[in-house]
Structure formats: structure tokens, C-alpha cells
């Protein structure tokens, strides 16, 4: 299996504060993501990093921010949790941007936004 | 980018083959066509992917169309263990993974 850590597993917050999930890997791999999953809407991308610093926005971007200061570790904060964030949140990790290669999942982090 | 449509659900009894649909008629040429799967509270798991041949791997088999407007997932032998949902996905020639989106996939049941 893929060295991927997310934490926490769990949380429970109220709306209006900040909330920081993490990523760790262990396979340096150049490229990180974050993902949400909803019922419905498949899993969608957030943030993703393709280095050390150099990061871009996803297709549900908006009330996110994310944070990579070493190869290993991709934030992701909720400046102001609302119950629209309430989710399961994925973390996954490529080698490379050639589509040839394969994506490598968290086992996810569950937020629920009170 | 291209998209992918999927049947919401599929059923299939323990030992049988199953073959899972996806059509993407508006793929374009550098389009790779990708499967994942995820089972119950746990992160998506890479399948199988393809360009243009027939792929086989040791969890399933990958069966593009010769226009490529659609393929099929093939398990051979269904376990209870495949029950997941799966999901079809292209990713395009020189895209980065960050452009990419999951659809809603094919939830499989597999009956003992």
C-alpha cells in the first residue's frame, strides 16, 4: 500500500472555525490532491500541488486553502467551517502528470460541520 | 474534458463474470481511459487503464471499443470482496491529475 496518512480521521466542528486536515506522505511523490466526496457528486478536486510551494485550484475550490511547505505534507484549512463542508474528505498522491500512471488514495477524513 | 456516463448500479452473483460499461463518446485521441474502484468507507483503489488495446491485469480486464467511444471492465470471477462502486474516468494526453473528476460510477452488488 501507498504511504498516505490523513489526519485526523474524524472531526467534529461548529461552523465559523478553522479547520486543518493533513496529508502525509511517505512515497515522495511530486504531486498531492484533495478531493471531497458527497453523496451524488462522485469525488471532487479541490486543491492540488505539483511541488513544494506551487499549488492550483480544483473545481470546488472556494472556502479552501491549502499549504505545502514539504514534499511530504499537504494542508488542507477551512478558514471558517460551514455545514456546507460537512464531508468526506480524500487525500491521494501521483508519482508524475503523465495520465499513464496511477493515483494513490487516502483512506479519508471525516468532517462534520455543526 | 470529456465525460463519462455509467450505469448507477449493477448486480452480479459470486463466481460469475461481470462486465461493466462506460461510454464516452466525445473522448478525444490522447485520452487514457482509467478505472478505479472504491469499496465501503475506504479510498479509491486504481483498477485497470488503457489507451487503445485490450489490457489485462491481475484484478481485471479492460475492453475498449475499436472508436473508443466506449469500454467495458471485465472481473472474471466476481468475489464478494469486489462489491465497490467503479468508476470510469478519462484523463487526457499531457493532463495533469489535478484537472480530474470523478462522476458518480456504478455501484456493484455482488450476490453469494
Known amino acids: 500500500d501507498a504511504g498516505i496518512t490523513q489526519s485526523p480521521r474524524h472531526k467534529v466542528t461548529e461552523t465559523g472555525t478553522p479547520v486543518t486536515l493533513r496529508c502525509h506522505q511517505t512515497e515522495n511523490h511530486r504531486y498531492m490532491y484533495w478531493y471531497r466526496q458527497d453523496p451524488g457528486h462522485g469525488l471532487r478536486l479541490i486543491h492540488y500541488?505539483?511541488?513544494?510551494?506551487?499549488?492550483d485550484k480544483g473545481e470546488v475550490s472556494d472556502g479552501y486553502s491549502v499549504s505545502r511547505s514539504k514534499t511530504e505534507d499537504f494542508l488542507l484549512t477551512l478558514e471558517s467551517a460551514t455545514s456546507s463542508q460537512t464531508s468526506v474528505y480524500f487525500c491521494a498522491i501521483s508519482e508524475g502528470r503523465k495520465n499513464t500512471g496511477e493515483l494513490f488514495f487516502g483512506e479519508g477524513s471525516r468532517l462534520t460541520v455543526l | 474534458d470529456a465525460k463519462t456516463t455509467q450505469p448507477n448500479s449493477m448486480e452480479s452473483n459470486e463466481e460469475e463474470p461481470v462486465h461493466l460499461p462506460c461510454n464516452h463518446s466525445t473522448i478525444s485521441g490522447t485520452d487514457y481511459i482509467h478505472w478505479y474502484r472504491q469499496l465501503p468507507s475506504q479510498g479509491p483503489e486504481y483498477v485497470i487503464h488503457g489507451l487503445t488495446s485490450n489490457v489485462n491485469n491481475r484484478m481485471a480486464s479492460l475492453a475498449i471499443a475499436e472508436d473508443r467511444k466506449s469500454s467495458t471492465l471485465i472481473l472474471h470471477r466476481a468475489t464478494l470482496r469486489d462489491a465497490a462502486v467503479y468508476y470510469c474516468i478519462l484523463i487526457g494526453g499531457g493532463t495533469s491529475y489535478g484537472k480530474l473528476t470523478f462522476g458518480q460510477g456504478t455501484i456493484l452488488t455482488v450476490h453469494p
Open positions: 500541488s505539483y511541488g513544494v510551494k506551487d499549488t
